[in-house]
């Protein structure tokens, strides 16, 4: 019984097909590990009918997977300040999304809480902490960092451009025992899921380091707003400095330029906060003088209001970042929405649609790096 070859159980294409659509896929891990098969599948994807399959197959608890940095956000917590779990598991404090839910465990609810983690737009005061899903935070470097199945899970997610949260639960049998690998591959043909290994995503990954990025949809369908290629940014230092002026729309452009970022290869963010946009050119010139970035993003939100602030800011924080990008010859992004409603923040921060503007202001600055890299033998001054 091998489990490592590939035309044993599905392709790692055909997976990241399946998941793509919201369908399940089976992750197995080695003998020598937990022995176990799990089923995964897109947490925004996740329908009551989803939801209620996974818990009738699976061990009834489901758990939710994620960054630590998406689980924080939503004011969820490291479930133990020792981890004893054999296998170092990042369990997280159990949560239920309140606004969707009634008692939080039927399957509707469940799948209620697993969306909600998909939402930004989200507090933590709309999640109970205890609650029925079980949150576990992935290594942030995926299987290449852990070869458990709760980072396959997150890594399905990356690979195939989707939302980086995953619905996951052990395949149980009919008498409570596990499932192994010759009973899911037999499950996995009854109910036409695809079945594959860590190992073979471990593989993937190693072969083709780069993850897609999610559509952008303003880009797609018309000609505006900037497509986003894949660029390789590994060793870049990049630094994230946010405004905290208009926070819930700033909040969220941070995690896009991050999310972004990861999905180039980026590893070392640094994030610094300011009061208000206003702050932002000066804060970036002493990063820069401390000489340790490649990049820099400056994130603000600035919301026309009823007198000449809207007009004299926005002039001279542009002029600023300009002077910056030219005298100290480093990429330092302008990542300042400038809109004239609190409509528009929403939209261009994916609060209330899908297009997060922070994701392009991440891939420009990997891409503005990279140039300046390959034109000047410093790059870092
Ligand atoms: N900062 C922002 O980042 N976005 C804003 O929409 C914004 N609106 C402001 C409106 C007024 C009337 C004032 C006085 C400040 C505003 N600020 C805003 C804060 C500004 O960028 C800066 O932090 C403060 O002026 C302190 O230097």
């Given at each position: 019984?091998?489990?490592?070859?590939?035309?044993?159980?599905?392709?790692?294409?055909?997976?990241?097909?399946?998941?793509?659509?919201?369908?399940?896929?089976?992750?197995?891990?080695?003998?020598?590990?937990?022995?176990?098969?799990?089923?995964?599948?897109?947490?925004?994807?996740?329908?009551?009918?989803?939801?209620?399959?996974?818990?009738?197959?699976?061990?009834?608890?489901?758990?939710?997977?994620?960054?630590?940095?998406?689980?924080?956000?939503?004011?969820?917590?490291?479930?133990?300040?020792?981890?004893?779990?054999?296998?170092?598991?990042?369990?997280?404090?159990?949560?239920?999304?309140?606004?969707?839910?009634?008692?939080?465990?039927?399957?509707?609810?469940?799948?209620?809480?697993?969306?909600?983690l998909c939402n930004h737009s989200n507090t933590a005061d709309s999640f109970s902490k205890p609650g029925h899903m079980f949150p576990v935070a992935a290594h942030?470097?995926?299987?290449?960092?852990?070869?458990?199945?709760?980072?396959?899970?997150?890594?399905?997610?990356?690979?195939?451009?989707?939302?980086?949260?995953?619905?996951?639960?052990?395949?149980?049998?009919?008498?409570?025992?596990?499932?192994?690998?010759?009973?899911?591959?037999?499950?996995?043909?009854?109910?036409?899921?695809?079945?594959?290994?860590?190992?073979?995503?471990?593989?993937?990954?190693?072969?083709?380091?780069?993850?897609?990025?999610?559509?952008?949809?303003?880009?797609?369908?018309?000609?505006?707003?900037?497509?986003?290629?894949?660029?390789?940014?590994?060793?870049?230092?990049?630094?994230?400095?946010?405004?905290?002026?208009?926070?819930?729309?700033?909040?969220?452009?941070?995690?896009?330029?991050?999310?972004?970022?990861?999905?180039?290869?980026?590893?070392?963010?640094?994030?610094?906060?300011?009061?208000?946009?206003?702050?932002l050119p000066a804060a970036a010139q002493v990063l820069l003088e401390s000489r340790r970035f490649d990049g820099i993003i400056c994130i603000g939100c600035l919301?026309?209001?009823?007198?000449?602030?809207?007009?004299?800011?926005?002039?001279?924080?542009?002029?600023?970042?300009?002077?910056?990008?030219?005298?100290?010859?480093?990429?330092?992004?302008?990542?300042?929405?400038?809109?004239?409603?609190?409509?528009?923040?929403?939209?261009?921060?994916?609060?209330?649609?899908?297009?997060?503007?922070?994701?392009?202001?991440?891939?420009?600055?990997?891409?503005?790096?990279?140039?300046?890299?390959?034109?000047?033998?410093?790059?870092?001054?």
């Open positions: 019984m091998s489990m490592s070859s590939t035309t044993d159980g599905a392709s790692v294409k055909e997976s990241i097909d399946a998941f793509y659509a919201g369908k399940f896929v089976i992750v197995a891990d080695g003998a020598d590990r937990k022995n176990e098969c799990d089923l995964v599948f897109a947490a925004d994807q996740a329908t009551t009918q989803a939801m209620a399959f996974a818990i009738r197959q699976g061990s009834g608890i489901v758990y939710a997977v994620a960054s630590p940095d998406a689980l924080q956000r939503f004011g969820l917590y490291p479930a133990t300040n020792v981890n004893t779990n054999r296998f170092a598991i990042g369990a997280y404090v159990s949560t239920t999304y309140l606004p969707g839910s009634s008692t939080g465990l039927s399957a509707a609810d469940r799948a209620a809480t697993a969306r909600a942030t470097d995926g299987v290449l960092g852990r070869p458990g199945h709760t980072e396959a899970a997150y890594d399905l997610c990356r690979m195939s451009g989707r939302m980086p949260v995953a619905c996951l639960t052990e395949l149980t049998q009919e008498d409570g025992s596990m499932l192994r690998w010759q009973g899911a591959r037999e499950f996995g043909r009854t109910h036409g899921i695809p079945v594959i290994t860590v190992e073979q995503i471990i593989q993937h990954r190693q072969a083709f380091p780069q993850f897609p990025n999610a559509p952008n949809p303003d880009s797609i369908p018309s000609i505006r707003g900037l497509d986003l290629p894949a660029f390789d940014g590994s060793g870049l230092k990049i630094a994230i400095i946010s405004a905290r002026w208009n926070s819930l729309v700033t909040r969220n452009l941070v995690v896009g330029a991050k999310e972004a970022l990861h999905s180039c290869n980026v590893r070392d963010i640094s994030i610094e906060y300011v009061a208000g946009s206003y702050e919301i026309k209001g009823q007198s000449m602030h809207f007009e004299y800011v926005s002039e001279a924080v542009t002029q600023g970042i300009m002077r910056l990008n030219l005298d100290y010859k480093v990429p330092v992004v302008y990542g300042i929405l400038s809109v004239l409603t609190e409509e528009q923040a929403k939209q261009r921060s994916g609060i209330s649609s899908t297009h997060n503007s922070g994701k392009e202001w991440g891939i420009t600055c990997v891409e503005s790096c990279l140039l300046t890299k390959r034109y000047l033998k410093a790059s870092r001054l």
